[in-house]
């Protein structure tokens, strides 16, 4: 950026400059300290255009050439006049404060509104000028903007003040994106002037920026402002660091051969023999990212300082360029992505590449349009006034500046934030989860099965999907199924998944207190804190489960005390010889036998036995995990055959999501089909799950698909099974 209103007699980092991207002409650098005082001089003529602004005019028209500049005109007259002998802290006037934000978004091509709002974005806060004034002279749109940067209290960065001034700063964002463009560009100039402040301030406000602004100006796409940004907290926050890094790149500016240099060459050699017309120009790492090359690599060689940017006129053309450079060079496939076809979360788009050569020298290239290139520097800057159109939609667009609108250019993190921020409690809690959220600077998509997509941070689970898809009425979620599996819901989700959410039809289902272990999103930690906070119950006193699993968990315990209660007659049941009216002994029509608990075989299973002490014979299912370990011992197997009764007990497995009153629903479902539960036993949950294990008398063996069938489909129950046992050696089922 070439705007500066630096003071050299001050102490302070001093960040070199990093080439910026090529513009369509040169300009010689600003001196924005005489331009300052030759602002609060003022010319001797109010009627022509200041010399103050000219640089930003000129700037403004390599971007918009047919601008009208009457607003900008006005809008400086305003804020001069009102700034005139107020000065800054370095002894510059004030009025190159607002002069040099102005030039910053110039030149990453802001459109006229924006310039506007940001020469006037700190008359309403430090001066007698009203934002009604600024309403009536400018509009509704500039008067909205300004309104969403000015500070709520005269505070200078106070620890008080400073999460209402973003709360407020970002609800405005969400209606309009060019307030925290021009947020962006006052911090980047406070930034480079702000080594004329003690040093436990500076460290405070570069935390602030590199918690907060960098990650937001990460998002909003604008890597001009960002690159920079970063490099002066750098230089602040690592003063050692930094140096060492500048010492790399001076000492790599010295050599006397440049890897990049030759690179470019060869590459601006093969596009010109495939007739492809491209520029090649070589971006030079800001200091953050040497710093960070250097720390992954650790020896730093010549092509590590700068990565190739090719630039093309159309989309089709990056990929011939691609073509070209991995037929003719030597590619690093395991560097290639396709931000192109599938975009960044910030609008980002470009493919990435890596070439070597013979020597070991690696050099990285990005290939874009000159458009990419411009939204990849600029971000939400470059997409200009989201509120041009036709007459009509100016006029309807034109409304009360207290009134909600929606940015067509909103991003969907920060549709997503702007939800959250109005559930946080307090601005503690806002700011906690805010910088909580911008530390999550990768985002992933993921499938609904209906064909929608929900965006998350990287890291989130099926928990932040159902809240991101639901709202609060996730609390109800039982499950997941992701690709088509059932997964619990702490399970992470990744870039393309298909998640399909499993949901109660219980009005009054509790989230659990596990889920916020699992929650990423502030959107979900938000929605369930609230609802805890609303909803005490002894058990927390207690430091038990939360609600659901609360439940679950009594459950679990009456169910095996019900199962203590008929211990002692089912194994007598099973104990003593049986009848031979449902089994028969092949060889032996009158032995007694009996039916195995492990596998309670049923009517119509093939089945097999095996003699045991007293003479009787013990009846498996053929496929029982028990046959295969008795045959491996030796055990001679028994013929046997099933006789005219159709009766039956069985025992059946279910697995289901825990959920209150689910064991009352799912006995009431096995109930009406006609079965008898002899015995039951529900395991405490984990990780959300419960497993039910039921013996069960039918009347009918026919019967028993109706009944898992009708257990399968009471709420929360995902699966149910005949049972399998195995022994304790056994490692997996048969």
């Excluded at 590459?267 to 030079?284: F, N, S, T």
């Excluded at 409690?425 to 499938?447: G, H, M, N, Y």
């Excluded at 019967?703 to 399998?724: E, F, K, S």
Aim: glycine fraction near 6%; charged fraction near 25%.
């Amino acid at each position: 950026m070439s705007a500066e209103a630096t003071n050299p007699a001050t102490p302070g980092p001093v960040v070199p400059a990093v080439p910026a991207a090529p513009r369509r002409r040169s300009r010689p650098r600003i001196d924005l300290r005489r331009l300052g005082r030759a602002a609060l001089l003022g010319p001797a003529s109010r009627g022509r255009l200041p010399d103050a602004i000219g640089h930003v005019v000129e700037a403004h028209r390599a971007h918009y050439p047919d601008a009208d500049l009457q607003p900008l005109h006005r809008a400086y007259v305003l804020a001069e006049s009102s700034h005139r002998g107020q000065m800054r802290k370095s002894g510059e006037p004030y009025i190159t404060h607002p002069l040099a934000v102005t030039l910053i978004l110039a030149e990453l091509g802001a459109e006229t509104t924006t310039l506007t709002a940001s020469l006037l974005h700190d008359t309403v806060e430090d001066t007698d000028v009203t934002l009604d004034q600024v309403g009536e002279q400018f509009g509704a749109e500039v008067r909205y903007i300004v309104d969403g940067v000015t500070k709520l209290e005269k505070v200078d960065y106070g620890a008080a003040a400073e999460p209402e001034t973003f709360r407020k700063m970002l609800v405005a964002t969400g209606n309009d994106v060019r307030v925290m463009s021009i947020k962006l560009a006052d911090r980047l100039h406070n930034m480079r002037t702000l080594g004329v402040m003690r040093p436990e301030k500076q460290e405070r406000i570069a935390k602030v920026t590199r918690d907060v602004l960098i990650p937001l100006a990460e998002r909003l796409g604008v890597q001009a402002l960002k690159t920079e940004l970063e490099d002066l907290v750098f230089a602040i926050l690592h003063p050692e660091e930094y140096e060492h890094t500048r010492e790399l790149i001076v000492d790599n500016a010295s050599r006397a051969d440049d890897p990049l240099a030759e690179f470019s060459d060869a590459m601006r050699a093969v596009l010109r023999d495939a007739d492809i017309q491209a520029e090649v120009l070589i971006r030079p790492r800001h200091f953050v990212s040497v710093h960070r090359v250097s720390r992954k690599r650790g020896r730093m060689r010549g092509a590590d300082f700068g990565r190739l940017l090719v630039l093309v006129n159309e989309d089709a053309d990056c990929y011939a360029v691609l073509g070209e450079l991995h037929t003719c060079m030597t590619p690093v496939v395991s560097e290639f992505k396709d931000f192109i076809a599938v975009p960044k979360f910030n609008l980002y788009q470009s493919l990435h590449t890596a070439v070597a050569r013979e020597d070991g020298q690696v050099a990285e290239v990005l290939i874009r349009t000159h458009q990419m290139h411009k939204v990849a520097e600029a971000g939400v800057v470059a997409l200009g006034n989201p509120y041009t159109g036709t007459a009509e939609e100016q006029t309807r667009q034109r409304v009360p500046a207290d009134e909600e609108r929606v940015d067509p250019t909103r991003p969907g993190w920060l549709s997503r934030l702007l939800d959250w921020q109005e559930g946080a409690p307090d601005p503690d809690t806002f700011w906690s989860t805010l910088r909580e959220d911008l530390a999550q600077d990768r985002e992933i998509t993921v499938f609904r099965p209906d064909g929608g997509t929900l965006g998350l941070p990287e890291g989130a689970t099926c928990v932040d999907a159902a809240y991101e898809q639901y709202g609060e009425d996730a609390h109800a979620c039982m499950g997941a199924r992701v690709n088509g599996r059932l997964a619990t819901l702490s399970t992470v989700l990744r870039d393309g998944d298909t998640v399909q959410l499993l949901m109660g039809q219980d009005p009054a289902s509790e989230p659990s207190r596990e889920w916020l272990e699992h929650a990423h999103t502030p959107a979900a930690r938000i929605a369930i804190q609230r609802w805890l906070a609303t909803h005490p119950t002894p058990a927390e006193h207690e430091g038990s489960a939360p609600a659901a699993d609360a439940e679950a968990s009594g459950t679990a315990k009456a169910a095996e005390a019900t199962a203590r209660s008929a211990a002692d007659a089912t194994t007598a049941v099973e104990s003593v010889p049986r009848p031979g009216a449902a089994i028969t002994v092949v060889d032996r029509p009158e032995a007694s036998v009996r039916l195995a608990g492990c596998c309670t075989p049923v009517p119509l299973d093939e089945v097999t036995g095996f003699a045991v002490r007293g003479g009787v014979v013990t009846v498996h299912r053929a496929e029982c995990a028990a046959v295969a370990r008795m045959v491996d011992a030796g055990r001679e197997e028994v013929e046997v055959s099933w006789g005219d009764t159709t009766g039956c007990r069985v025992t059946l497995v279910a697995e289901s999501f825990g959920r209150p009153h689910l064991l009352a629903d799912l006995t009431e479902a096995m109930a009406l089909e006609g079965a008898e539960i002899v015995s039951a036993t529900v395991e405490p949950p984990s990780q959300q799950r419960v497993r039910h294990t039921y013996t069960v008398r039918l009347p009918d063996a026919a019967h028993l698909p109706t009944l898992i069938r009708a257990m399968r489909n009471v709420p929360g129950v995902y699966d149910v099974g005949r049972a399998q046992h195995h022994a304790p050696a056994s490692t997996g089922p048969a």
